[in-house]
């Protein structure tokens, strides 16, 4: 009779700070229900601190390239002498150009951060390696915003600021999913993890409020407030965050989940209890195999999934750094707002975009189909954004209106895009069941979405120069191959209900 290896563990990590001073919260005291809601909690926290100290280039895109027509004094109560004209590198006409690339090194150091960063978070304690993440992005973020303070006015220091700040920025989003693929397996992701996905958008509208708020007293202020709120973030998370149940006293069986950068369910792994209480992986180690890159591109939908994910990232990207400005030059019922109006009132795009990723998570489980769903939200936003680029400027309500659904469509399939990589790719029997081959693939496409996302941005501010047409076609453009790339996908989730007797409503129709 065969015997079962036992699963050999490193010691666990002790309990954070937080839970040594506060016993009442550690297990038996609390339940694992309470630590899983704590876990929720303070990842989202993190990752909402991440995104909201990402929002002020965004906002203050509008003041560094002001130009004398732009003038509006009266929105400043601090000092007026560089607001008023602009600040160098960033004034005159190639302003853009330049804002565009700084986005770029920003988001170039970002992506190739995000490889680095998983790496070493799978040897180090996650809880302090994201609380290094955390306060070395607020550091390099106070410090884009001293450059005002300290009339710095050197193209080459703000670009280092912001690859070093990338850098720090890409430990969020591993160590987050990763510590809560350790707390709940993939039959409790559903649409708790649809709600907890929210906390991007809700960090960018906490972001845009909050540097909005202070752009009064100087652009600078818009960068240190936001740096402060992530380092007291961090402090948080260093006392509190537990990276696995075992560091408490809880011990989970059944399937666990293992995720990849962009939160993608990769393989479940089932710990299998022994007779004499020991465990063991139900997968060999050995029969894990790590595929070729190449070979990792010709497997079916890769290269459709990567592409898909390149424009669709193009096009979030591009509203992410690019909207406040665009509404602070867009003229809505014959007048323009405030810089200030116009970072707030860009928030509305991400309520949009918190309702469309819930919506969206809900749909697609309705109908069990998330290619299916992804596709129509990216359809519909097209007619979208072409009634908002046309009809936005009639009156605020019409601007409000079509912007909070830009949000929605376009917000809304960007988790289901990437969480359909793994539901479609899971089933290919060439890796299936294989964890490193599958990392592979998700690597090289979560590697292709994050370059689409750096090359938004920087397109976005060489093309503005030209009119915002310009601009939008190319979204327009991007959101319509993004969905014909998944065409192939969908046609195979329809073929699949309907040979598994469902979706009949669809084949009398089609006939």
């Not at 005159?92 to 960063?117: K, Q, T, W």
């Not at 070395?136 to 280092?160: A, T």
């Not at 090289?444 to 370059?451: F, L």
Request: glycine letters at 10%; proline letters at 5%.
């Amino acid at each position: 009779m065969m015997q079962l290896k036992p699963l050999t563990l490193s010691p666990p990590p002790k309990p954070p700070p937080g839970l040594r001073w506060f016993p009442s919260l550690a297990a038996p005291e609390k339940t694992l229900r309470f630590h899983q809601f704590l876990v929720l909690l303070l990842t989202f926290i993190a990752y909402a601190a991440f995104h909201a100290s990402r929002k002020p280039p965004s906002i203050v895109k509008s003041i560094l390239t002001v130009s004398d027509s732009d003038q509006d004094p009266s929105q400043f109560t601090g000092s007026p002498v560089h607001n008023e004209t602009g600040w160098a590198p960033f004034d005159g006409p190639r302003g853009p150009h330049r804002l565009g690339e700084l986005d770029l090194s920003f988001l170039l150091a970002y992506a190739i951060g995000m490889y680095v960063s998983g790496h070493i978070g799978d040897t180090v304690d996650l809880r302090i390696f994201l609380t290094v993440g955390m306060v070395g992005s607020g550091i390099f973020v106070i410090l884009f915003g001293l450059g005002y303070f300290l009339d710095l006015h050197s193209l080459g220091v703000f670009v280092f600021i912001q690859v070093c700040c990338g850098l720090f920025q890409s430990i969020g989003w591993p160590c987050v999913v990763a510590v809560v693929g350790n707390w709940f397996g993939k039959a409790k992701r559903g649409l708790i993890l649809g709600v907890w996905n929210s906390h991007t958008s809700i960090g960018n509208i906490i972001g845009s409020i909050v540097a909005s708020s202070v752009l009064g007293y100087g652009w600078g202020w818009s960068f240190v407030l936001p740096g402060i709120l992530i380092m007291l973030a961090a402090a948080f998370i260093y006392l509190f965050l537990v990276v696995h149940p075992e560091n408490i006293g809880f011990e989970l069986s059944g399937k666990d989940v293992e995720m990849n950068v962009e939160g993608v369910a990769l393989v479940d792994s089932e710990k299998i209890e022994t007779l004499d209480g020991g465990m063991r992986e139900s997968e060999d180690e050995e029969g894990s195999v790590a595929i070729g890159f190449l070979d990792a591109w010709r497997l079916p939908h890769v290269a459709s999934y990567a592409f898909c994910l390149f424009f669709s990232k193009l096009v979030a990207y591009t509203f992410l750094y690019w909207l406040p400005f665009y509404i602070r030059h867009t003229a809505v019922a014959g007048a323009n707002v405030s810089h200030t109006t116009a970072g707030i009132l860009s928030t509305i795009f991400d309520i949009g975009g918190v309702i469309g990723g819930i919506s969206a998570g809900f749909i697609s489980d309705m109908i069990e189909a998330r290619a299916v769903t992804s596709v129509l939200f990216l359809l519909l936003s097209i007619p979208t954004l072409i009634f908002y680029r046309l009809y936005g400027s009639i009156s605020m309500l019409t601007n409000t209106v079509l912007m909070f659904a830009s949000g929605l469509l376009v917000n809304g399939p960007y988790a289901l895009i990437t969480t359909a990589v793994a539901a479609d790719l899971g089933t290919e029997s060439t890796i299936s069941g294989n964890a490193r081959a599958l990392a592979t693939v998700t690597a090289i496409i979560d590697g292709t979405g994050s370059v689409g996302a750096a090359l938004g941005p920087l397109l976005a501010g060489y093309i503005s120069t030209r009119g915002w047409n310009s601009v939008f076609f190319m979204l327009i453009v991007s959101t319509s191959i993004a969905g014909c790339l998944l065409i192939r996908v969908v046609n195979n989730e329809i073929r699949g209900k309907l040979n598994e007797g469902k979706w009949l409503w669809f084949s009398i129709i089609s006939r």
